[in-house]
């Protein structure tokens, strides 16, 4: 008996290659993700921070005064750029996702057609040896 060969084998395996493609740029989208929310996490932790920090400096209050204001309008600023950057890369998440998604479909449907095939194969095989048997069967028969 012939060994079966799937003829969309190079296909099959071009579709594994997309799929671990996909889950690489999901993994990447998830971890810079958690990047920027443990951005905003510390960038909110200082902004609280700052309130604390003034300094008690009996020289020039003010002037200290002054630094943390333009302190806390960076952090406030760095904040909306941080949660503007979250927004995209939930998205862009999402869209990783689903090619993930399809991607994984496309590879099951191509294994199964591979076991669907193999499956055919075999049943051909084993009706073709079932028939030569049937056939030697019918000459030793034949020959008595």
Known sequence: MKKFKFRLESVLKVRA????????????????????ETDLKHNH??????FNNVSRNNESP???????????????KRQKELEEQKSKLKERL?????????????????????????????????????QEIEEIDLLKRGNK
């Open 45 to 50: 932790e200082a902004w609280r921070e700052s």
């Open 62 to 76: 003010a002037f200290w005064y002054q630094v943390n204001q333009q302190w806390q309008g960076q952090l406030v």
């Open 17 to 36: 290659l997309h799929k671990k493609q996909a889950e690489r740029d999901v993994a990447l989208a998830q971890s810079q993700l958690n990047r920027t």
């Open 94 to 130: 999402d869209v990783e996702k689903k090619k993930l998604t399809r991607r994984l479909r496309d590879e099951m449907v191509m294994d199964k057609l591979k076991e669907y095939k193999k499956q055919e194969y075999l049943r051909e095989a084993d009706s073709a040896e079932q």
